[in-house]
């Protein structure tokens, strides 16, 4: 049953239509039945239309054409244009579209950076559900009037921004009445993002490395992801963040926090907490922010789900073992990845699981993904070495019954952790094993083995090797 026999036939060049109607002699049952699996019935039979680094007049030319109703979707994928290529052709695809837009700038790194050149102006799209913007660092200039009336979901991608650009005020409740998500990623220039929605229940926002000011003030939100931002090196003190979120849900902070600048109202309804800790190297101020985020623990202590990121710095470390701040938790699922480069991490691994109470099911991810020969060995007289008491020391995770690794290598510190997990957690039903993608066959059968070997005969274990 194919339901794109109504639409508009793909376009890989000058977007003519056509395509034999089918669904017509189908049952009134069957329409019925297919209808009502989409979101939007009224969107389920519009045209949809795609260019493929295709010619930006010729794309002007299809979309003002007469016989283009309503569009569905508009995807474009086109190579390095100068900005105001697309801004001819934006306006046209704003009148037209009635679902979503998907315009993707392919850029070699070979090409002048984009930085070079002007701005995308971006129309107001009265009738857009969705609108994804991948632009390889263009310029985007926000329209400063006008009401996206039926606007869902927004992600920017590689773009480029102004300062204060306006994008809180674009995605406000004013002009974005029905918005739902927003999704930033590696925005380059945006210092202040201030938002104020009635509608709005899921935020994400990563690598906004020169943002200093973020305000969120929205009712609703369920979903918070906020990570490596806040990172600017001019002014580290400048940055401030204020989040009234009153039926968050779930809370992603992988960044720096500190108490007296990032205010976070009352969160009671919060399920899932993601955080980020540093085994740390010997500067007062890098202890003081760990500190920081062992503060949020304190304060969600009673949550279902915590994403807790352990890093260890690249080379030794000579400071204070952070560990004994953390407090104990109420949680039944645990998602702990660790990026080790080549230390010794059970006795971390140790300390956390001795602090989850009722722990139910353990996803433990070794990072980074990155080539096996990277890795390296950790010095003498790093503070790793220094807290034996897991290898020995009982830990009985007695709710325990499901664990996932991936991205195993099969390190002589991910073994050791391994096999103690085995022996730790003595009701657990179910083990799954994903070796890293560049393990070679003889290594992965080797380490198989000596895995099954330290397991019961009651554990399910499956061990697979990552296949991208």
């Not at 007296?260 to 800790?277: F, R, T």
């Not at 990121?309 to 109420?330: A, F, N, Q, R, V």
């Not at 957690?425 to 290594?443: C, D, G, Q, Y």
Request: hydrophobic residues 45%; aromatic residues 6%; contains cysteine.
């Amino acid at each position: 049953m194919d339901l794109s026999a109504q639409r508009l036939k793909h376009s890989g060049a000058d977007g003519d239509g056509g395509g034999e109607d089918r669904l017509s002699d189908l049952p009134d049952d069957v329409l019925i039945d297919i209808l009502v699996l989409v979101d939007d019935a009224a969107e389920a039979l519009l045209p949809e239309l795609s260019f493929n680094f295709i010619g930006h007049h010729r794309i002007d030319a299809a979309l003002a054409a007469h016989q283009v109703p309503d569009l569905s979707l508009l995807f474009v994928l086109t190579e390095d244009p100068y900005p105001e290529f697309v801004s001819e052709w934006l306006p046209a695809a704003a009148r037209a579209l009635s679902g979503h837009i998907d315009l993707e700038v392919f850029r070699p790194d070979t090409e002048p950076v984009a930085e070079e050149r002007g701005d995308i102006d971006l129309p107001c799209f009265e009738k857009a559900t969705s609108i994804t913007l991948k632009l390889g660092f263009l310029g985007l200039a926000l329209p400063s009037s006008g009401v996206f009336a039926r606007l869902r979901g927004l992600q920017l991608v590689d773009v480029r921004l102004h300062g204060q650009s306006g994008l809180g005020e674009l995605l406000s409740s004013q002009r974005c009445p029905s918005l739902k998500s927003v999704i930033v990623c590696q925005a380059r220039g945006l210092d202040s993002f201030n938002i104020h929605s009635e509608s709005l229940l899921n935020i994400e926002l990563s690598n906004l490395h020169c943002l200093q000011q973020l305000t969120v003030i929205a009712p609703v939100l369920e979903i918070l992801r906020v990570k490596n931002c806040f990172t600017n090196p001019l002014d580290p003190d400048l940055s401030v963040a204020n989040i009234s979120a009153p039926q968050l849900k779930l809370l992603e902070w992988m960044n720096a926090y500190d108490p007296s600048s990032i205010q976070l109202d009352n969160m009671m309804h919060l399920e899932n907490l993601g955080i980020k800790i540093f085994i740390l190297e010997g500067e007062e101020e890098a202890v003081e922010r760990n500190l920081y985020c062992m503060t949020l623990l304190w304060r969600f202590d009673h949550i279902r789900a915590l994403d807790l990121l352990i890093s260890y710095p690249p080379d030794i470390c000579t400071g204070p073992y952070l560990m004994e701040h953390m407090p104990k938790l109420h949680i039944t699922i645990l998602a702990l990845g660790i990026m080790a480069y080549g230390h010794c991490f059970g006795a971390s691994v140790f300390d956390v699981l001795m602090r989850c109470r009722g722990l139910k099911r353990l996803d433990l991810d070794f990072l980074p993904r990155s080539q096996l020969g990277e890795q390296t060995l950790c010095p003498s007289g790093c503070i790793c070495d220094q807290q034996p008491k897991w290898k020995t020391e009982e830990l009985a995770l007695n709710c325990l019954e499901e664990i996932e690794i991936h991205d195993m290598r099969g390190t002589e510190h991910e073994v050791a952790l391994v096999q103690r997990l085995f022996h730790w957690a003595i009701v657990l039903k179910r083990l799954k094993i994903v070796f890293h993608e560049l393990i070679t066959e003889s290594k992965a059968k080797e380490l198989r083995q000596l895995l099954l070997s330290f397991s019961r005969i009651d554990i399910c274990i499956d061990i697979s090797t990552f296949v991208p």
